[in-house]
């Protein structure tokens, strides 16, 4: 019935363990955020106070537990108590999320629903994750998601165990952060006066302007609400492509000088950030107030789909080529890159980019997100780099469920509930030392046609239910035994107002008649995928600069 598949679960009697008005939550004061969400998930649904007290036989008691690793959690449940035994407080956290999935599905409803037993199965589960990298992207650029749904996703992450939200918040579309002394990056960067209806292949619009963005003190708010559910949030700044909303705010940024708008169309943008002093100067100052408010280590600036045209024909570009000996436009988005890396460096942070950051120089200390692939992943791994696995025909989110035509808005190659189940985040060609450098997977939710919370949800769910299988139960993981699972799991979800895809399609209003999209086959992605591995190596040979 658990999900993610605990490492071990062992039936223990018949006797169930019932929450009453005198159960009591014993924990140290160490464990007290984890006590204090307990509390206040079930306090509302159950009406029992669960006031904190001492470990009497009737408790719910945390201890710490020197045995257990991080993350790591034994939890015990019999008649007379439920003994949650943790390595560190999140071991604490993800056994008082397993305690929640041993109640009724009703506990995971906002308030009560009428008079009932709260019976908790008598069992031991022992669990720990697979990965310390258990990751979603949440694009915030291309649709807005307002802060109370965005802090709803946290919860929804933490339900599954999952620890990295990746806030993808810059984009040719929008700019969603805040920055004191650049206003004009949210008063111009953060709308754009019209959408595509649909894939760009169909030339339609929407004709209705979008945008958002969140304040400093919402981001510190997002921050510090995933924190308490033992969630990082990693920021991401796009650069020096992706970059239309910032150059829109302040054109000096880009290359032409001539204003921009914010981009109304999906896909890459030629218009890139320029590589002057005073562009390093706003960004780097952009990153200082990132850090700032995103206390992880961890701060992603993208690195992908940068077109090198406009750097060929900027004179500009050209001399800081010649200056500094570089070899061609990807050493100098190495060079762009690292100049940031250093910054982050500096500050004790580490960069994350999309596998392009390997063309032309990874930095030192650099983690990849390897999207175009797994092969990214297996060059920085051997070179040495952190990596995490979100290859784009496996954990992109955004691509269709099925081939049914009734999809909504589909777009790329089937991305089926078997098929994220079954994505092994360590790819083959790595050695057992190699692989030690995958911290994890992600699974990215980009949303050029995802326009709405409900449209996330239906995304989302149950792909990412069996993407938090991948990244937390052991390898190797049966898909039956795991559709079995999300039988139980389905409830709850429901129960939280998730409004998941059903295995049976979507419901009459989850479907888009009005949105075309643009479905691909599975060997038109497998191809691109394969050009783009050969490209890599390619350029890791050095047969693209005789
Ligand atoms: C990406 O999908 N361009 C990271």
Same mark, same amino acid.
């Given at each position: ?277 005073? =562009?390093?100067? @706003?960004?780097?100052?952009? !990153? &200082? ?5 995103? /206390?992880? *280590?961890? #701060?992603?600036? +993208? ?85 995490? =696995?979100?290859? @784009?025909?496996?954990?992109? !989110? &955004? ?5 049914? /035509?009734? *999809?909504? #808005?589909?777009? +790329? ?134």
């Amino acid at each position: 019935m658990l999900l993610p598949r605990p490492v071990h679960l062992t039936r223990d009697g018949t006797e169930p363990f019932t929450l009453t008005a005198a159960t009591v939550i014993a924990a140290p004061p160490e464990l007290a955020r984890v006590e204090g969400w307990l509390r206040g998930v079930l306090f509302p649904v159950t009406g029992l106070p669960l006031p904190p007290g001492e470990a009497r036989p009737g408790a719910i008691e945390f201890t710490l537990a020197a045995g257990l690793g991080h993350e790591a959690y034994r939890l015990t449940v019999r008649p007379g108590g439920v003994r949650i035994e943790a390595g560190d407080a999140a071991g604490a956290f993800y056994g008082a999320q397993t305690l929640r999935q041993l109640l009724p599905p009703a506990a995971f409803r906002s308030g009560a629903v009428g008079e009932r037993d709260w019976l908790v199965a008598p069992v031991i589960v022992e669990d720990r994750p697979r990965f310390r990298w258990r990751g979603c992207l949440i694009d915030v650029a291309r649709h807005f998601l307002p802060k109370p749904d965005l802090l709803r996703y946290i919860d929804l992450l933490a339900a599954h165990k999952l620890n990295v939200l990746h806030l993808h918040l810059t984009d040719d579309q929008g700019w969603r952060f805040e920055v004191k002394g650049y206003p004009k990056l949210t008063e111009v960067g953060a709308w754009r006066r019209e959408s595509p209806l649909g894939s760009r292949r169909h030339g339609l619009f929407d004709g209705r302007p979008h945008g958002g963005f969140y304040t400093q003190d919402d981001l510190r708010e997002i921050v510090s609400y995933a924190a308490d559910r033992f969630v990082t949030v990693v920021p991401e700044i796009e650069l020096p492509g992706h970059s239309q909303a910032a150059i829109a705010a302040y054109p000096e940024l880009g290359n032409l000088g001539d204003p921009l708008e914010v981009a109304t169309q999906w896909g890459v943008s030629p218009n890139v950030l320029n590589v002057e002093d005073a =562009t390093l100067a @706003f960004y780097r100052d952009v !990153l &200082d107030q990132v850090m700032e408010i995103f /206390p992880g *280590e961890y #701060v992603c600036v +993208g690195g992908d789909e940068c077109p090198k045209t406009q750097w060929r024909e900027s004179p500009s570009a050209q001399r800081r080529i010649r200056e500094l000996g570089l070899r061609d436009e990807d050493e100098l988005q190495s060079w762009f890159v690292r100049q940031f890396s250093d910054h982050l460096t500096a500050r004790g942070r580490r960069l994350l980019g999309w596998d392009e950051i390997i063309e032309g120089g990874l930095p030192p200390g650099a983690t990849v997100a390897s999207w175009r692939g797994t092969y990214g992943a297996v060059v920085a791994a051997r070179a040495g780099h952190d990596v995490i =696995t979100c290859p @784009f025909t496996e954990l992109y !989110l &955004d691509f269709r469920q099925s081939d049914r /035509p009734d *999809e909504p #808005v589909p777009i +790329g190659s089937v991305i089926s509930l078997r098929d994220v189940h079954s994505f092994e985040p360590v790819p083959p060609e790595l050695t057992e030392a190699e692989a030690v450098r995958v911290l994890g997977a992600q699974a990215n939710l980009w949303t050029e046609h995802i326009d709405s919370p409900r449209a996330l949800d239906y995304m989302a769910f149950p792909r990412l239910s069996a993407f938090a299988e991948v990244v937390w139960s052991p390898a190797g993981g049966d898909f039956d035994d795991f559709r079995a699972r999300l039988r139980h799991h389905e409830p709850r979800l429901a129960a939280l107002g998730v409004e998941y895809r059903k295995e049976t399609g979507p419901e009459p209003w989850q479907t888009r008649p009005d949105v075309k999209g643009w479905p691909r086959e599975r060997a038109e992605t497998e191809a691109e995928v394969a050009a783009w591995t050969r490209g890599i190596r390619r350029d890791l040979s050095g047969e693209r600069h005789p």
